[in-house]
């Protein structure tokens, strides 16, 4: 299995809901990332998960909460977003050292009415 | 922080060859890499270079390195329709743990 995993594919919520995002590997990498893509730009670091603990966290707002249960999952957690939180999340994973690069997710299309 | 900057645009033929191009600022980034993204997909990983290397070839891509002046280049042979899409050139920093992407080509081959 060389793929990364990203359920749903499509999602729409009100401001009030909370909603999970799901990333699921089995290539037994140690590192996941979260990443928010807008538009026709560049893919932007959220989170990075190494052995299962969150090393790095790029100043998100609150209101996304990750969490990486095993290291083969990683969640998003979603509550009270705003409509420009609107975007295409990325979830990947790498093996420790990054010499073969991220591998990605096709994502989950988020709208936020 | 880290800026990787590309050309936004890019028309060529069919059968013709393209050169995206990529400039970055970090001059400690160890790999370098080339990501493919076609409309409403994810980033597919196409090739990466280390940074000791001055260029890689695989298939029809290859990749040049020039150091020195922080420059990274892809060339695609035999251009196809199937390769249109934005390409995005990424450099490791932050100590070895974080991606930069550039800000992405967008390459449209014409028949």
């Known amino acids: 299995d060389t793929e990364v995993t990203q359920t749903p594919k499509h999602l729409v919520m009100g401001m009030t809901n909370k909603k999970s995002l799901k990333c699921e590997q089995h290539m037994g990498h140690r590192a996941m990332y979260w990443y928010k893509q807008k538009a026709k730009k560049p893919p932007e670091l959220m989170f990075v998960?190494?052995?299962?603990?969150?090393?790095i966290n790029e100043s998100v707002p609150s209101r996304f909460s990750p969490e990486c249960p095993n290291s083969s999952l990683l969640n998003l957690h979603l509550h009270a977003l705003q409509p420009e939180d609107s975007a295409l999340y990325l979830c990947?994973?790498?093996?420790?050292?990054?010499?073969?690069?991220?591998?990605f997710g096709s994502g989950t299309r988020l709208t936020v009415v | 922080g880290e800026d990787v900057e590309q050309s936004l645009f890019l028309s060529v033929r069919e059968g013709d060859s393209s050169v995206i191009n990529c400039t970055y600022t970090?001059?400690?980034?160890?790999?370098l890499y080339w990501y493919k993204q076609e409309p409403g997909a994810g980033l597919q990983l196409l090739t990466y270079?280390?940074?000791?290397?001055d260029m890689k070839q695989d298939q029809r891509l290859t990749v040049l390195l020039n150091k020195k002046d922080k420059h990274l280049s892809l060339r695609i042979a035999d251009t196809q329709t199937g390769d249109s899409a934005i390409y995005f050139c990424a450099v490791v920093t932050g100590g070895g743990n974080k991606l930069t992407f550039g800000t992405g080509t967008q390459l449209k081959v014409e028949l």
């Open positions: 990947a994973s790498s093996q420790e050292g990054l010499s073969y690069g991220y591998t």
């Open positions: 998960y190494s052995y299962e603990k969150l090393s």
């Open positions: 970090d001059s400690s980034s160890t790999y």
């Open positions: 270079i280390f940074s000791n290397m």
